[in-house]
């Protein structure tokens, strides 16, 4: 059974940065486009960041130049360096695998990661 566990949310003030981590198990990690999505109270959830298996990004226009995703595929785990986080950034985090040209998120979700950006 595929497990993503997220990790490393908190609160901050706006300007500051945190670093997420996701863990993955239970699915051949390495051959896998992997991606950050996030959910803001009373949004939709949306698409962050993408990695692929080789190591190509995309980012959503909102984050490039301040998040930067990252994997390691011996150790199952994808990043999110987040760095200038504003008060907008404020969402759970999830991580998922990602399908496709549109990063469809095709696994189960897990609990995500809170970031809260104070003003």
């Known amino acids: 059974q595929v497990q993503l566990v997220e990790s490393g949310g908190g609160l901050v003030q706006a300007g500051g940065s945190l670093r997420l981590s996701c863990a993955a198990s239970?699915?051949?990690?390495?051959?896998?486009?992997m991606g950050w999505y996030r959910q803001a109270p009373g949004k939709q959830r949306e698409l962050v960041a993408a990695?692929?298996?080789?190591?190509?990004?995309n980012y959503a226009d909102s984050v490039k130049g301040r998040f930067t995703i990252s994997r390691d595929n011996a150790k199952n785990s994808v990043n999110l360096q987040m760095n200038s986080l504003k008060p907008e950034d404020t969402a759970v985090y999830y991580c998922?695998?990602?399908?496709?040209?549109?990063?469809?998120?095709?696994?189960?979700w897990g609990q995500g990661t809170q970031v809260t950006v104070s003003s």
């Open positions: 239970g699915r051949i990690f390495s051959i896998n486009t």
């Open positions: 998922n695998f990602a399908f496709g040209s549109a990063y469809y998120p095709s696994g189960n």
């Open positions: 990695i692929t298996s080789g190591g190509l990004t």
